[in-house]
């Protein structure tokens, strides 16, 4: 298999202002959490995007990355982050590694310890590869069917899905420590994105926020 080329690892001055433009770009459409806005302030997203799209890296909309997956806009990966409230010392769970954008943005979160698990095994090696490449230290990047979470390791803090779902798997839900959050879209063509935190064995509480627009989160693919 032909492994894409990544871009060089550099990180301009003219980058780091386009970054400041994008946080300012994203407070005017409502995110707060300080720790959110510095992580998207301080990660160099170009080097998750393929070269040819370098200069589209800070505009605020999603783009295509292998396996006919796409990198989440910008907007999208701060605010299913803002929701999952980390805090320091929380284990998170991430389903849909992707490009590892949002896997970096959990991970400028101090203390957090991040599981993350890729379907898509394209994906899955040159992400892995990447992060490797920049140093990008997950807990483990696991090429597996992130529809059954990470049973081995449960319970989570947090799980954050960024692929849209028909209908929430009950074993993320069954994976959730007392107290976790569950970030997830859910839907068919269009996805409200819902956070569930659970309140006791049996009881969660479920709040939605909005319509979005995900790749499919697929099951028992083999």
Do not use: C
């Amino acid at each position: 298999m032909e492994v894409a080329t990544f871009v060089p690892m550099k990180d301009t001055p003219k980058h780091q202002g386009q970054r400041r433009q994008l946080v300012k770009l994203l407070m005017d459409k409502g995110i707060a959490d300080a720790q959110v806005l510095a992580a998207l302030g301080a990660i160099p997203r170009h080097w998750y995007m393929d070269q040819g799209l370098e200069a589209y890296a800070y505009v605020d909309k999603a783009y295509p990355i292998a396996a006919d997956q796409t990198i989440s806009q910008p907007y999208t990966v701060a605010f299913q982050t803002q929701l999952l409230d980390l805090q320091k010392g929380d284990k998170v769970l991430e389903i849909g590694t992707g490009s590892g954008y949002q896997t970096a943005v959990l991970l400028a979160h101090e203390g957090v310890s991040i599981y993350t698990i890729e379907r898509q095994q394209q994906l899955f090696k040159k992400t892995a590869l990447l992060f490797k490449k920049i140093g990008l230290r997950p807990k483990k990047v696991i090429f597996g069917d992130g529809y059954q979470g990470l049973p081995e390791q449960a319970p989570f803090d947090a799980i954050i899905v960024t692929a849209g779902a028909v209908q929430v798997p009950k074993p993320l839900l069954e994976q959730l420590a007392i107290g976790g959050r569950l970030v997830i879209p859910v839907g068919e063509k269009d996805q409200i994105m819902t956070r569930y935190v659970r309140t006791s064995e049996k009881s969660f509480d479920r709040q939605t926020f909005g319509n979005f627009r995900f790749v499919p989160l697929l099951k028992n693919k083999s």
